[in-house]
């Protein structure tokens, strides 16, 4: 249990790397933290004329991407894609959507999450996948290389024949 704990460290440390290189502008639309789901949420609850705390835009911007449903617990939705979205507290995801493709690297994991999730970003997968202690023990298997085939430009033109003298 240890490692595992060490692995999500490692890999919210690799997230914050790579947030804290981008512009200011852009974090905000880059994840959804646990703070601003809540707030999309209540947003979405709120009845035509009256107004979010957060402004008139960010109600807008909240009614034009996203829905909810109660099942048990409010869950956020995309419209665009219909799934789940997660906030930025994607570990749990990530692994399990990793470990249900056995592993399989970026691409297959990567297609796992898009079919089932939305707001996960293709760059977390990738440090997802550095800090995965199973992928990088396992070597991958070489391919062999390819032997050229002879091509015949007639018949038995390839043929090596002992001349005897008679």
């Not at 109660?70 to 470990?99: A, Q």
């Not at 592993?103 to 990567?110: F, I, Q």
Request: glycine share 4%.
């Amino acid at each position: 249990m240890a490692d595992d704990e060490q692995q999500k460290a490692d890999f919210y440390r690799l997230v914050e790397e790579q947030i804290s290189s981008l512009e200011q502008k852009r974090i905000a639309s880059y994840y959804i933290t646990q703070e601003r789901y809540d707030k999309v949420l209540q947003a979405l609850q709120l009845d035509k004329g009256v107004k979010c705390q957060d402004g008139s835009y960010f109600k807008f911007w909240a009614t034009k991407n996203f829905k909810f449903h109660e099942i048990g617990s409010k869950i956020l939705y995309c419209k665009k894609s219909s799934c789940p979205v997660v906030p930025k507290e994607v570990f749990d995801t990530i692994k399990r959507c990793h470990s249900r493709v056995g592993h399989s690297r970026r691409d297959k994991t990567w297609v796992e999450i898009k079919n089932n999730y939305s707001w996960i970003r293709h760059g977390f997968v990738e440090l997802y996948l550095r800090t995965c202690p199973g992928c990088s023990t396992r070597v991958p298997l070489k391919k062999p290389a390819a032997g050229r085939p002879i091509i015949s430009l007639g018949f038995m033109t390839r043929m090596q024949m002992d001349l005897i003298d008679i």
